[in-house]
């Protein structure tokens, strides 16, 4: 018994002896936990992006503030970086362009039998497949020359939006048309507009009245028929005039001063043409074209003759955008009319435009688009049709343009009456056509 009471004491020993042990080193390692948590409170491994936000001390002011400096001073030479490779990227797209507008020039020359354009690449397209493929319908813009008429450079880039503007000419002949007509520009919140003053008067009547106004210098051949020009006449020098505008880079859009507007034109273009004009027709088939079948009984079987009509084009209001065959036009008709002094420009603006290359007449290449005509409306569309049709009198056009009527100024305010103040009846006293 006594042998075995020591075995068990023996054995007890050792088991406290173990326990004791195991009791020891869990304070140890726990103790040592604490010191670890006490000296590295975010841990012997951290990582700067998930630390824990800990007590800083000076230095480590320091640092952050070191850090937030080279980070910012980083950001800023990356922004300068990339202002110095947008600038470069700007100015190798203008060399593509004069490059390309320089082949384009070099190509016109040649007697080639087929025309395709090139692409910004230089490489001739293929044809896609049928019914896909779509011919070249707007020429690119010219390069701006500023060197042809500063001053007006000057003004053009202060007056225009999105480099464009209306443009009308104008001496004292046609002043009240004139307060009216831009009135109609301000009420309808068109900005970007200029007045070409063919006198001092005008002048002085459009800075009284701040109207953007811009006169010449002086050009006897030309001050001598705008101030005593009368409406055709007048209409003639905008060939020669509107010239720089297009060299200076801006598409204009050309207004006579018996116009009334009524919403802002800009925003019913289409731009697609090198002149998108108004019509003088007054329904479809005349605006826009038709078949018409010339009758020859005498020839028998082949009687009938088709024929393609189209009434003309408006020379008092269209849109013209800067490239070469739009400058092209300008100076065919300006040349036709220093020529042909008794000629009508208007005639002479649609001949040159729609008459093609026949022997012993080489044809402009320029692209066209015809206005709608219910929404760039003439006078005989408004006092022959719109205005005793019910559903077409709801309708409000972009402008007006009395272009058939001698009595400009009354049927100007009529205009006004009816869909700016809403006075029905203020257009039933006028005949259709003119007494």
Same mark, same amino acid.
Not at 19 to 42: D, K, Q
Not at 161 to 171: G, R, S
Not at 393 to 400: A, D, M, Q, R, S
Not at 414 to 420: C, G
């Given at each position: ?12 020993? !050792?088991?406290?002896?173990? $326990? ?65 490779? @947008?600038? &470069?990227?700007?100015?190798? &797209? *203008? ?42 319908? =707007? ?23 999105? *480099? ?13 048309? $004139?307060?009216?007509?831009? !009135? ?22 459009? &800075? ?6 811009? *006169? ?52 019913? /273009? ?14 479809? $088939? =005349? ?19 088709? =024929? ?14 800067? !490239? ?17 002094? *008794? ?41 022959? !049709? ?6 077409? @009198?709801?309708? &409000? ?11 400009? /100024? ?26």
């Amino acid at each position: 018994m006594a042998g075995r009471r020591e075995g068990l004491m023996r054995g007890g020993g !050792t088991h406290s002896l173990r $326990m004791s042990r195991i009791a020891v080193a869990i304070a140890i390692g726990i103790l040592t936990g604490l010191v670890f948590a006490f000296l590295y409170p975010n841990g012997l491994f951290r990582s700067d992006s998930h630390s824990l936000p800990r007590r800083l001390g000076k230095s480590d002011d320091l640092e952050v503030e070191s850090a937030d400096c080279e980070s910012s001073e980083k950001v800023n030479a990356l922004n300068e970086d990339i202002i110095a490779l @947008k600038e &470069k990227n700007d100015k190798l &797209k *203008k060399q593509v362009q004069e490059l390309n507008e320089k082949l384009r020039l070099a190509e016109s020359g040649k007697d080639a039998t087929v025309a395709q354009p090139l692409v910004a690449s230089g490489e001739h397209p293929k044809a896609g497949a049928f019914g896909s493929v779509k011919g070249l319908r =707007t020429n690119p813009p010219v390069i701006p020359d500023e060197s042809v008429n500063p001053r007006l450079a000057k003004i053009l880039k202060e007056v225009a939006v999105n *480099k464009e503007l209306i443009v009308a000419l104008a001496n004292a002949n046609v002043k009240a048309m $004139m307060e009216v007509w831009f !009135t109609s520009i301000k009420k309808v919140g068109v900005p970007n507009f200029l007045v070409v003053a063919l006198d001092d008067e005008i002048e002085g009547f459009c &800075k009284s009245n701040g109207v953007p106004v811009y *006169k010449r210098d002086p050009d006897e051949g030309i001050d001598s028929v705008g101030r005593t020009g009368g409406n055709h006449v007048v209409s003639g020098l905008k060939f020669h005039i509107l010239r720089e505008f297009l060299q200076l880079g801006y598409s204009v859009l050309l207004s006579d001063v018996d116009i009334v507007y009524l919403q802002n034109p800009f925003d019913h /273009l289409y731009r697609d043409s090198d002149v998108e004009s108004m019509s003088d027709g007054h329904n479809n $088939m =005349t605006a826009y074209g038709y078949n018409d079948v010339f009758d020859e009984p005498s020839m028998g079987w082949a009687r009938y003759a088709h =024929t393609m009509r189209i009434w003309v084009f408006n020379s008092g209001f269209f849109y013209i955008r800067p !490239t070469l065959p739009a400058i092209e036009l300008l100076d065919r008709v300006a040349g036709r009319l220093a020529k042909e002094p *008794k000629s009508w420009d208007q005639a002479v603006f649609n001949e040159e435009l729609f008459y093609p290359s026949h022997p012993g007449y080489d044809g402009l290449h320029a692209a066209k688009r015809t206005m709608d005509i219910y929404q760039f409306m003439n006078s005989k569309v408004l006092f022959k !049709t719109v205005r005793k049709d019910a559903h077409l @009198k709801k309708l &409000k056009p972009v402008i007006v343009h009395i272009n058939y009527h001698p009595d400009k /100024l009354p049927r100007m305010q009529a205009v006004v009456e009816h869909y700016v103040n809403g006075r029905e009846n203020a257009l039933d006293s006028f005949p259709d056509g003119s007494e």
